[in-house]
T-cell receptor
Framework: EPEVTQTPSHQVTQMGQEVILRCVPI?????FYWYRQILGQKVEFLVS????????KSEIFDDQFSVERPDGSNFTLKIRSTKLEDSAMYFC???????????FGPGTRLTVT | LAKTTQPISMDSYEGQEVNITCSHNNIATNDYITWYQQFPSQGPRFIIQGYKTKVTNEVASLFIPADRKSSTLSLPRVSLSDTAVYYCLVGDLSGTGGGNKLTFGTGTQLKVEL
């Protein structure tokens, strides 16, 4: 069964550093998402991406965040200058056109020290 | 998206049927009801989706009454591995072809014991 993959599984970084989280969505999917989950809290929507541009973003997704689909397979989330409160699990998801089931990746645990 | 209310936690034993009910009084005509499962440190996983009446797949059943103001996820004969958080989501999740975000609540923590 096809699946969404994410790398790395765990990233430790120092406050103020830039990080790039990588995702490979399922190949025939057209909509891509990033969500995050702070430990013990809800899964929160960050951004959706379609046709090489952002479709929607939440209040969390400020100027420190950016997304990119640099090639036909990868989908990345960049945090320019990490803060302690960015520590969370970050999940990538994708969905096929016309479908309702989003497929989530295993997540990247980001720890900012 | 319609607001949903579900129990914070439920306990069960292996082999029992578990029913988790979700209230969504403000569900709109175009909204679907979707359930996701999440294990610790993993991404949510789609379980089942329905619009009305009953939907069944290899994992669960979803019961939706005629007024659609609530829904019940039924897990037959649970095992220890069904211990997870279960989320009820309501919305027109297809958007214009599939683009709508998912809005998660706090979910129901199901604990299955021997």
């Amino acid at each position: 069964e096809p699946e969404v993959t994410q790398t790395p599984s765990h990233q430790v970084t120092q406050m103020g550093q830039e990080v790039i989280l990588r995702c490979v969505p399922i190949s025939n999917h057209l909509y891509f998402y990033w969500y995050r989950q702070i430990l013990g809290q809800k899964v929160e929507f960050l951004v959706s991406f379609y046709n090489n541009e952002i479709s929607e973003k939440s209040e969390i997704f400020d100027d420190q965040f950016s997304v990119e689909r640099p090639d036909g397979s990868n989908f990345t989330l960049k945090i320019r200058s990490t803060k302690l409160e960015d520590s969370a699990m970050y999940f990538c998801a994708s969905i096929q056109f016309g479908a309702r089931e989003q497929y989530f990746g295993p997540g990247t645990r980001l720890t900012v020290t | 998206l319609a607001k949903t209310t579900q129990p914070i936690s439920m306990d069960s034993y292996e082999g029992q049927e578990v029913n988790i009910t979700c209230s969504h009084n403000n569900i709109a005509t175009n909204d679907y009801i979707t359930w996701y499962q999440q294990f610790p440190s993993q991404g949510p996983r789609f379980i089942i989706q329905g619009y009305k009446t009953k939907v069944t797949n290899e994992v669960a059943s979803l019961f939706i009454p005629a007024d659609r103001k609530s829904s019940t996820l039924s897990l037959p004969r649970v095992s220890l591995s069904d211990t997870a958080v279960y989320y009820c989501l309501v919305g027109d999740l297809s958007g214009t072809g599939g683009g709508n975000k998912l809005t998660f609540g706090t979910g129901t923590q199901l604990k299955v014991e021997l």
